[in-house]
């Protein structure tokens, strides 16, 4: 059924807007949230690429009954007094967006968040943004690097909405920004100024959220862009070949995924009694679970248990202002031909006028 369209009236100024999307939340850190946000998230035939019918009894048979429980346990470690980190730190990135977009340009555009699966919906904020009468909308997933699970899965969701509407909004969509000299230069500066304050480690593990092997094999390019934002990071620091480690996290089942797989790497270092190791993880542009309890505790007690002496972890990006100067500067170079195409005073009172003539509503 096709959406109602807002009230128009001739001559309202069309505006452009940004829609950033990360991948979403529970709403409280109990197994009652995590329930239904899990069942979204793996429902998702981009996340869980099985057959439904073979999928679909272990999802509502065993991992709805089992994982929920244990899911809501690690968020309650990681949880801040506004929330979600995840969801704080995106918030807290789209108003300093705002912020920056506003002092270097002319007529800023509205920009908001919403997120793949939890609150905010896509779908709630792309109304939103109908009602305040955006008409171009770049959509700018918070995905470094590209992956059919995690970015292809948002232009789904947002594209699933369009067929929702009568009068639909242009749409420009941002595939990847894994090699841009802004966000590998926010990410090195991140780096160095941890070891300012801390001094270097023996190794620095780089780590990238994992996933199934055989999205490589079919033609997913995130494998490659995960190489070569750690590449390109290593290289800006200045990292002999000895000194870093590109990885890969958060494996998920029995199958193969991505390798060499974090974990594994990090108790082979402990294993042979390295002195400290340091781990940061560019594919995450916010901190969230999988960064703060993830890696943060379950990969420190994995190096220190198996023998390593000292363990650090390297915040994300978050609100650095370097890395939001980066993201402007993605926006602006995706928005050309839309910023500044607002009418004046002029034209929008004489447009409104011609209409009125020809017997539009007042």
């Known amino acids: 059924m096709i959406s109602p369209e807002p009230a128009y009236q001739h001559g309202t100024p069309s505006q452009t807007g940004i829609l950033l999307i990360n991948l979403g939340t529970p709403d409280a850190p109990t197994a009652q949230a995590l329930r239904p946000y899990l069942k979204q998230f793996l429902s998702n035939p981009r996340v869980v690429e099985i057959s439904k019918w ?9 991992i709805l009954n089992t994982r929920p429980k244990k899911s809501a346990e690690k968020y309650a470690q ?117 070891w300012t304050k801390t001094g270097k480690p023996d190794k620095l593990v780089i780590s990238f959220h994992g996933v199934p092997r055989f999205t490589l094999d079919k033609g997913d390019p995130y494998h490659c862009e995960c190489q070569k934002t750690g590449r390109l990071l290593a290289e800006t620091l200045e990292l002999d070949a000895g000194k870093y480690q590109i990885c890969f996290q958060s494996r998920f089942g029995k199958a193969e995924w991505l390798s060499p797989y974090t974990a594994v790497t990090l108790e082979q270092l402990g294993k042979k009694n390295t002195r400290r190791v340091d781990v940061v993880c560019p594919g995450f542009v916010s901190d969230c679970l999988e960064t703060l309890e993830e890696i943060a505790m379950e990969g420190k007690a994995i190096f220190i248990q198996a023998g390593g002496h000292e363990f650090h972890y390297i915040p994300c990006l978050n609100e ?35 209409a009125l003539e020809m017997g539009a509503a007042k």
């Open 54 to 62: 073979a999928w679909w009894p272990i999802l509502n048979g065993i």
């Open 320 to 354: 650095r202002d370097d890395w939001i100067q980066a993201l402007a500067d993605i926006a602006l170079a995706n928005l050309q031909g839309w910023l500044g195409v607002e009418p004046s005073e002029k034209q929008t009172n004489q447009s409104r006028q011609r």
């Open 78 to 194: 990681i949880w801040m007094p506004e929330g979600s980190p995840l969801k704080v730190h995106t918030a807290r990135q789209t108003q300093l967006l705002r912020d920056v977009l506003a002092q270097r340009v002319q007529s800023p555009p509205m920009v908001e968040y919403a997120m793949s699966i939890g609150n905010p919906a896509i779908a709630e904020v792309l109304e939103r943004m109908k009602q305040h009468g955006c008409e171009r909308i770049l959509v700018l997933p918070l995905y470094p690097q590209y992956a059919a699970s995690s970015t292809a899965s948002a232009f789904d969701e947002v594209f699933a909405q369009l067929k929702e509407m009568r009068n639909t909004p242009a749409i420009r969509t941002v595939k990847h920004y894994h090699d841009h000299p802004g966000y590998i230069a926010a990410l090195a500066q991140n780096v160095r100024d941890y």
